[in-house]
């Protein structure tokens, strides 16, 4: 009798303290869902914040130059420049002081304001899993990385191709579309210098993470620019809710405004049809949206694919929704909503 009752007791304190979590999670979602607008870029009053990856490399240097582009700084858009000090031995061009400098100069040019930053490889880490860290410290709307980059690996220097295999992405890539609880703009080596009138195609499919990637776009444009909308379907010839897209496109009048479902032909995948229409228009920004990244599913096919075999630099929007739930938990919320005041 003693034995059951210790363990009736231990059932009721286990129970207890699963009735208190759930009542924690609750009151979290209550908190979440009163601040997911803060938190997001769908809030139209707050400024955007840009992490752009740094290694000192010229791809680097076209990454900046795309934040830049991206950025609007008259209504407050702030860039963080990202650099990994690397533990190793490397040559003195990838020092983090000349790196900083280097990129200031960017900066005075384009006449930006930008904030460095700058973590130390740890010696149980990759590259690629300081640069993480330093965006979630950070807390960036987005970060834009290179196709390829300079990275230390032993004793020897080597450039990392965007592809390191056909089908697959390089690391640092993977990774960002994985794990990192942001959006990320991958800038191309192949990408089009961007000139005053730009071009955008947005490839939806009417999800939640690709109507933020819509809403990002009416943040984004200007007078002269073009969007097009497509949703590629190999059975659907109409669809209804691309209404609301066509809408609010009409209320920018300085911007050329094409919605349109594109049949996929025999033989071709949504993915090819995607990518054939975004270089026959000689799209500057290919975006899209993404949803699940953290669910360890297997992202999906057609973002992988946009990811990877665009020739333009791509947007890949992660739905804002969990963003925000995966970066608030109770340890850390009185953290996080001073740092979005």
Not at 220 to 241: C, L
Request: with cysteine; aromatic share 6%.
């Amino acid at each position: 009798w003693n034995a059951m009752g210790k363990t009736k007791q231990r059932h009721a304190e286990t129970l207890a303290r699963a009735i208190e979590k759930m009542k924690l999670m609750s009151d979290l979602g209550k908190e979440i869902s009163a601040f997911e607008k803060t938190a997001s870029f769908l809030d139209e009053n707050r400024p955007l914040r840009y992490g752009v990856g740094f290694d000192g490399s010229r791809l680097s240097e076209k990454c900046f130059q795309v934040c830049c582009n991206m950025a609007d700084q008259d209504r407050g858009d702030r860039i963080y420049v990202l650099h990994v000090e690397t533990n190793k031995d490397v040559p003195a061009a990838l020092e983090a002081e000349r790196r900083q400098k280097q990129v200031q100069l960017l900066a005075d040019k384009a006449g930006v304001k930008i904030t460095w930053y700058k973590a130390t490889q740890q010696e149980d880490e990759s590259i690629c899993t300081s640069l993480m860290r330093l965006v979630e410290k950070v807390q960036v709307d987005f970060v834009i990385l290179g196709c390829y980059g300079l990275t230390a690996e032993g004793d020897q220097v080597e450039m990392n191709n965007f592809l390191k295999e056909k089908g697959t992405l390089s690391q640092t890539s993977d990774e960002s579309l994985r794990s990192a609880d942001t959006s990320v703009v991958l800038v191309k080596t192949t990408a089009f210098k961007l000139a005053e009138s730009r071009r955008f195609v947005l490839a939806t499919d009417n999800s939640s993470a690709a109507k933020s990637a819509f809403a990002l776009i009416l943040r984004m444009v200007r007078d002269g620019d073009i969007v097009h909308v497509i949703y590629a379907s190999a059975t659907v010839k109409q669809a209804s809710w691309l209404g609301m897209y066509e809408e609010e496109l009409g209320k920018l009048p300085g911007v050329q405004g094409k919605v349109e479902v594109l049949q996929v032909p025999n033989g071709l995948s949504v993915l090819d049809t995607i990518t054939k229409f975004s270089k026959e228009v000689e799209a500057d920004f290919l975006v899209t949206g993404i949803a699940d990244y953290k669910t360890g599913k297997p992202l999906g096919s057609v973002s992988m694919g946009i990811a990877r075999d665009t020739r333009c630099t791509t947007i890949l929007i992660k739905d804002p929704h969990e963003v925000t739930e995966h970066r608030i938990s109770k340890s850390n919320l009185e953290k996080y909503l001073a740092n979005a005041a």
